[in-house]
């Protein structure tokens, strides 16, 4: 099955995103997949056997977040060079997101950027990273402040690379499909209570849902001026839970997880989704065995720490909230006693 992104409000830039087992693919130029040791174990005979070039060439970096560098970039860069590519020539992302993140802003840096394909191998990279144009890399100020919107030739989507994702990966990429799902589309939840993610129609059926929903948004906000903003629900609360976990306890998506928690009681504080409401979303979180609690030690300094998240522009913190299942709506004025008072239920108690 194919989603097509086409962001014509910008520029006339279309692409498909192509769900299914890989097709062969034949480039008539020199090719360049970056990957890392774990992927190119496990999948790069098969990627290979898929893809048809005049050179063809692997760059493998290091796994892991903390490699997502310039450092990293440049040193791929260099590699491209090394082998020669004209403006031409094409990358092929071939791993997570973080593969995904740096090959996106790779291709667009060479020789003023040259093209690039995903091939998503997690859920979360599948579902929600290799959709939409976002490249970059991280630096010591913070998680993705360098980088570009620079959108891929194709994206192919082949869930049978996650056969062997570990279940903590691919819980973590649930919590990106929940989000979607409370935020846009009530059915969507529905299925995915029903449903029985250890099989490979359900997966295939869920990837292609929250891959609809994202190029929905993308489609009609590239550059996240508005409706794209509303995919960070989660997000807020999220981050200061990465932040103060030094990024070591949590995967992204498991804060993601504890951050829908906590923007639904914030939620429910304010009227806009019941207990009820509340309490379907954290079953449906827990079904996927994600961590729906934390214990908040200092609500003050848990506050404060929302200022330090980029999205948090002249002081006001921005707040994605559920309005029911299936809604959203966008705050930036909520008063500080009533976030601390949410706050305080998951932690540190009100002292009267
Ligand atoms: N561009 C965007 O819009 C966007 C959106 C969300 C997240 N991101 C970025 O994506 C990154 C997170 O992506 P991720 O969760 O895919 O992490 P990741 O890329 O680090 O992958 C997670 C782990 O799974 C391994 N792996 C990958 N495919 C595998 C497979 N098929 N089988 C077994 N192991 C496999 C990886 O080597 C890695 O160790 C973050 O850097 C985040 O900032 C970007
Ligand atoms: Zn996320």
Same mark, same amino acid.
């Given at each position: $099955?194919i989603?097509?992104?086409?962001? /014509?409000?910008?520029?006339?830039?279309?692409?498909?995103?192509?769900?299914?087992?890989? !097709? @062969?693919?034949?480039?008539?130029?020199?090719?360049?997949?970056?990957?890392?040791?774990?992927?190119?174990?496990?999948?790069?005979? @098969?990627?290979?056997?898929?893809?048809?070039?005049?050179h063809?060439?692997?760059?493998?970096?290091p796994?892991?977040?903390?490699?997502?560098?310039?450092?990293?970039?440049? #040193?791929?860069? /260099?590699?491209?060079?090394?082998?020669?590519?004209?403006?031409?020539?094409?990358?092929?992302?071939?791993?997570?997101?973080?593969?995904?993140?740096?090959?996106?802003?790779?291709? #667009?840096?060479?020789?003023?950027?040259?093209?690039?394909?995903?091939?998503?191998?997690?859920?979360?990279?599948q579902?929600?990273?290799?959709?939409?144009?976002? +490249?970059?890399? /991280?630096?010591?100020?913070?998680?993705?402040?360098?980088?570009a919107? =620079?959108?891929?030739?194709?994206? =192919?989507?082949d869930?049978?690379?996650?056969?062997?994702? !570990?279940?903590?990966?691919?819980?973590?990429?649930?919590?990106?499909?929940?989000?979607?799902?409370? $935020?846009?589309?009530k059915?969507?939840?529905? =299925?995915?209570?029903?449903?029985?993610?250890?099989?490979?129609?359900?997966?295939?059926?869920?990837?292609?849902?929250?891959?609809?929903?994202?190029?929905?948004?993308v489609?009609?906000?590239?550059k996240?001026?508005?409706?794209?903003a509303? &995919?960070?629900?989660?997000?807020?609360?999220?981050?200061?839970?990465?932040?103060?976990? /030094?990024?070591?306890?949590?995967?992204?998506?498991?804060?993601?997880?504890?951050?829908?928690? $906590?923007?639904?009681?914030?939620?429910?504080?304010?009227?806009?989704? #019941?207990?009820?409401?509340?309490?379907?979303?954290?079953? &449906?979180?827990?079904?996927?065995?994600?961590?729906?609690?934390?214990?908040?030690?200092?609500?003050?300094?848990?506050?404060?720490?929302?200022?330090?998240?980029?999205? #948090?522009?002249?002081?006001?913190?921005?707040?994605? &909230?559920?309005?029911?299942?299936?809604?959203?709506?966008?705050?930036?004025n909520?008063?500080?006693? +009533?976030?601390?008072?949410?706050?305080?239920?998951?932690?540190?108690?009100?002292?009267?």
């Amino acid at each position: $099955m194919i989603v097509p992104i086409k962001l /014509n409000n910008t520029h006339n830039i279309e692409y498909n995103i192509t769900i299914d087992a890989l !097709p @062969t693919l034949h480039f008539d130029t020199r090719v360049v997949v970056v990957t890392n040791p774990t992927v190119s174990e496990l999948h790069l005979e @098969t990627l290979l056997s898929k893809i048809e070039a005049n050179h063809l060439h692997i760059v493998t970096v290091p796994d892991g977040e903390e490699y997502k560098t310039l450092q990293t970039v440049e #040193s791929i860069l /260099n590699q491209c060079f090394t082998y020669k590519l004209d403006r031409k020539s094409l990358l092929i992302a071939f791993g997570g997101g973080v593969i995904g993140d740096m090959t996106g802003f790779t291709a #667009s840096l060479y020789q003023r950027g040259i093209d690039f394909v995903q091939i998503p191998t997690t859920l979360l990279s599948q579902v929600d990273a290799s959709v939409g144009g976002k +490249t970059g890399v /991280n630096n010591s100020y913070g998680k993705n402040l360098i980088g570009a919107f =620079y959108q891929p030739k194709a994206v =192919y989507i082949d869930p049978s690379f996650l056969q062997t994702l !570990p279940p903590r990966e691919f819980a973590a990429g649930v919590a990106e499909v929940v989000k979607m799902a409370v $935020m846009f589309d009530k059915d969507f939840f529905n =299925y995915l209570q029903d449903a029985d993610l250890t099989k490979s129609e359900s997966i295939k059926e869920m990837i292609r849902k929250s891959v609809e929903l994202k190029a929905w948004v993308v489609n009609q906000d590239e550059k996240e001026a508005g409706i794209r903003a509303v &995919l960070n629900y989660g997000h807020t609360f999220g981050h200061v839970v990465e932040n103060e976990t /030094n990024y070591t306890t949590y995967l992204h998506g498991e804060a993601v997880a504890i951050g829908i928690v $906590m923007a639904n009681a914030l939620a429910v504080e304010l009227g806009m989704l #019941s207990q009820a409401e509340a309490e379907q979303i954290k079953i &449906l979180l827990e079904k996927s065995s994600l961590p729906t609690q934390y214990h908040i030690k200092n609500v003050d300094d848990f506050y404060n720490h929302f200022f330090l998240d980029k999205k #948090s522009a002249q002081g006001k913190i921005t707040f994605i &909230l559920p309005q029911g299942i299936g809604g959203n709506k966008i705050i930036s004025n909520i008063e500080e006693s +009533t976030i601390k008072k949410v706050l305080h239920t998951f932690g540190e108690q009100v002292c009267t």
